[in-house]
């Protein structure tokens, strides 16, 4: 099945800055998951080429703690074909991938703050997890 869909959701109480770092940090998580969203080269009329950032939109949506953790509790688990990217606020404190490796499998995501959540699949699923959220502005 192939990634119909792509949403990021953010929590708007963060920084710009935050907003900023947790976007790009799921983009970079779908992208690795779904590399056929990206990955192309293109050449323009001088010969000079460029991979592409995505070959879709990718709306950056807004949700408040409790939303966001109401989005992961029902976007878990993925469908097939689904692709599923969260950012907990105790990533934020730590400095290396092995120290986050080790320390997540002793939280539980229902009770930690997720400040992102990245989905890519099914528009059917995409929609019904975000259709009732705004635009990040």
Known sequence: MSVERLAIIINPALPPGLIANTAATIGVGLGALAP??????????????????????????????????????KALPPPDGGFLVAFPQFARTIHSFSEYQSLFPQKDLAEELIEGIGLAGPDKWVRSLTGHLKLLR
């Open 36 to 73: 056929q969203l990206g990955a192309r080269q293109l050449t323009d009329v001088q010969g000079r080429s460029i991979h592409n950032s995505a070959d879709r939109a990718v709306p950056i949506l807004q949700a408040e703690a409790a939303t966001m953790r109401d989005v992961l509790m």
